[in-house]
DNA sequence: AAATATTGTTTGTACATACAAATATAATTT
DNA sequence: AAATTATATTTGTATGTACAAACAATATTT
């Protein structure tokens, strides 16, 4: 780890796992006010908004595979934040009262991440950034 | 997954996660030549250019963690790729010739990665982008 | 209506990575 | 020289993610 300069950073590879690493640990550390992972935090805010969603559509919301999903889903309601119903061949999720109380929260600890990135970055380059990247994986 | 459109794209720690999925997923592809994944093909890179390199050093190219480096060394000379050699508390790490003479696939590999993503992004746009989310990892 | 294909979801399994604690050695302070 | 601190590495354990296969239900074709 490190600041080091590494003979790898012209590597588009290397560079986006990188900064992969980095801000989920940055992520993390602001959304632990609410006794979550980045990755539950965002389920949770996913299915506040549209109770009853479905698996298929909340892994194109978090661009994860079904499977993962599944799995995130598994464990948050093991933890009493969700609740499946079964239709027909589809499934539906919903949040339980704990997961909408802790709504605000999320929202919180989500603008608080955007503010530190963009105050570190800087508000327009991090908007470009952002922007860039995500062309880039709608491109590749 | 898939390339729908999500509320999310503007969060940077979003893109940054998708991108270094995308990002992984084809280079493991171009890296498919080396019988190696990503990681493992990096790392034989960096021993076999610094022989009797050590974790911490390996650690710093690689922006991993020392423990990671472990377990990667770990499997790599399991497999007989690289040899371990304990000299006071620190290690050194040494190519086997199985892995030197991998070693002009694995070049081949990380220049088909190149051309790979640079072709699709544009050359200027990827070079772009890789600076930015270097300088970005800096400064987090 | 039966056979086939498609779609949505879950399961088994595997992998890359990290954190915290343990270990081992070296360097510094007293 | 002994005690303390710092550094390098490894180990135990946990997490997030994915792929491929299995399963289940719906839709389409014949």
Redesign the interface.
């Known amino acids: ?4 300069k ?19 640990k ?2 993390d550390e602001e959304f632990a006010i609410t006794g979550l992972s ?1 990755s539950y935090a ?1 389920l949770l805010m996913i299915v506040n908004e549209n109770p009853g969603v479905q698996p298929t559509e909340i ?8 499977s993962t999903v599944t799995r995130l889903i598994e464990k948050m309601e093991y933890r009493n934040y969700l609740e499946r119903k079964t239709v027909g061949r589809t499934t539906e999720v919903y949040p339980t009262k704990q997961a909408k109380e802790l709504h605000p929260k999320i929202q919180k600890a ?1 603008a608080n ?2 503010n530190r ?1 963009s105050t ?2 800087g508000k327009e ?10 062309k ?5």
Chains 1, 2 share one sequence.
């Open positions: 780890m490190g600041k080091e590494t003979k790898y950073c012209t590597c588009l590879y290397y560079s986006a796992n990188a900064l992969s690493r980095i801000m989920t940055i992520s980045s965002f892994s194109h919301q978090m661009q994860l595979t079904p989500w991440l955007y990135y570190v970055l380059f991090s908007k470009q950034l952002t922007a860039d990247i995500y880039a994986t709608q491109v590749l």
